[in-house]
């Protein structure tokens, strides 16, 4: 009943009503864009296309929520903003201009921010007329033309301007979502749009599998698709909750006309720090040797069709790219120099490790350590129960990488819930456990 309780206090707080309903406003807006199909296009070849598809280009449906089996608008989804965010934060390792600017506090980040968009829009041009080579590709191919029909109908110039100027646009508004959910609504808005988009495809494919057994459900399948849903699940959850926790005492210290006393705190290192990037992050730049492709660069063809068959060669490129971008994350976004700084500006300490450079060491040995856990963990719940599905011949398409979207972003959300509501004196979704701000009662 407690928790039933919390969750009834979300309608007490009018401005958490307000931002809730603002949220999924903007997601059924999102949602009703996957349907809309981009001019010249057969959806109904496409759908057939798909479904004979795995590998990245089922990855890629997955992500953007159905909207390439549909040749949507958003057929292009989120991927080329998280594209250009990776290159931004590479950028910054490299360029002194840009880390100048991500230390200028809040006007740096409106600056990045701003770069990054222009960047979508130019990456999103680029794939978005591979995509128009590509469906004009498929009319010349024994699973397009020569099977149900053409993809396009009128192949040429026409249809690839067309294509560009539909797909960048959709593009483009997906990331307007985006930030107004982010800036006015409750969460992530673009970890809620891809959220969104792979929660409205179970349904789909529950009905799928329905409709492949004839309506005589096997129970062992079934049990073998509950294991590793309830296994994975489990796993998600205790490695996203996981920290490793450093003991800091606090000197003696006066603030303002207040003296503290020596006081004892924890710094919290999360075991993945990363959370969901990394295989968001690989996932996206494994979708280029694709793009190439359609523009008849040399070799590329060999690579996306390596790719696209989904077997060991994608599994262990897939792997080995998470594992790298779950240390290359970490390493951009934590810095224990700075730290160090503010612990020392703090007069805070770490008992046995001196401070300043000594502290920076220390934290950046711990925070290597657990990245190899963190690391191992995202790359095995990404791969893992593709391939066991493969191996037992489940319909499971929903494997790791879709879970730890889905968990993460369900307990960013719910944090940030809670957050409203212990501000305004209320408890928790968890009920009365759930610590309140000291000195205030609940209403």
């Known amino acids: 009943m407690a928790v039933f309780q919390g969750f009834s206090n979300i309608f007490r707080v009018p401005e958490l009503r ?62 080329p903003y998280i594209s250009c965010s990776i290159i931004m934060q590479l950028l910054g390792m490299v360029s002194k201009q840009v880390e100048e600017m991500r230390k200028e506090g809040e006007s740096g980040r409106r600056k990045l921010e701003q770069y990054t968009r222009y960047g979508t829009l130019v990456l999103s041009a680029f794939q978005s007329f591979g995509v128009a080579m590509y469906l004009e590709g498929l009319n ?21 301007l067309l294509t560009v100027l539909s797909l960048t646009t959709g593009t483009t508004l997906i990331m307007w979502l ?39 459900v096997q129970p062992l399948t079934v049990a073998i698709i509950g294991a590793m849903v309830l296994v994975s699940l489990a796993t998600v959850v205790f490695f996203e909750r996981a920290q490793r926790q450093i003991p800091i005492q606090y000197a003696r210290r006066q603030v303002g006309r207040r003296i503290y006393g020596e006081q004892s705190a924890h710094l919290p290192l999360k075991v993945n720090m990363a959370s969901m990037i990394p295989p968001i992050f690989a996932s996206s730049l494994l979708m280029f040797p694709s793009t190439l492709a ?18 060991w060669m994608f599994n262990s490129l897939y792997a080995g790219l998470i594992i790298f971008f779950a240390f290359f994350y970490t390493a951009v976004t934590f810095q224990p120099v700075d730290v160090a700084d503010n612990l020392k500006k703090q007069s805070a300490n770490i008992p046995g490790i001196r401070p300043g450079r000594q502290t920076a060491e220390y934290i950046d040995r711990v925070t290597s350590r657990i990245t190899v856990g963190g690391a191992i963990y995202l790359a095995a719940i990404c791969v893992v129960p593709s391939i066991i599905a493969g191996y037992f011949r489940v319909p499971f398409q929903f494997g790791g990488t879709s879970l730890i979207i889905i968990v993460g972003v369900a307990l960013e ?7 409203h509501l212990i501000t305004r004196s209320y408890e928790g979704l968890t009920g009365p456990r759930t610590s309140r701000l000291s000195g205030r009662r609940p209403a």
């Open 140 to 160: 010349n191919q024994s699973m397009g033309g020569g099977a149900v029909g053409d993809v396009v109908n009128e192949p040429g110039w026409s249809f690839r």
């Open 294 to 311: 359609n523009f008849n660069i040399p070799g590329m063809n060999f690579f996306s069709a390596l790719l696209n068959r989904g077997d």
């Open 18 to 79: 307000r931002r809730i309903a603002f949220t999924l406003g903007l997601l059924a807006v999102y949602r009703v864009g996957v349907f809309i199909t981009t001019p010249g296009v057969d959806r109904t070849v496409m759908k057939d296309i798909m479904s004979r598809q795995g590998g990245l280009m089922g990855l890629f449906n997955l992500f953007s929520g159905g909207a390439l089996e549909n040749l949507s608008i958003f057929a292009l989804g989120i991927m």
């Open 413 to 419: 959300t719910v944090n940030q819930i809670e957050g």
């Open 178 to 216: 985006g930030e107004q959910i982010t800036d006015r609504g409750v969460g992530n808005g673009i970890s809620l749009i891809i959220f969104a988009g792979i929660v409205a495809g179970i349904p789909p494919a529950v009905a799928q599998y329905w409709q492949s057994t004839g309506g005589e």
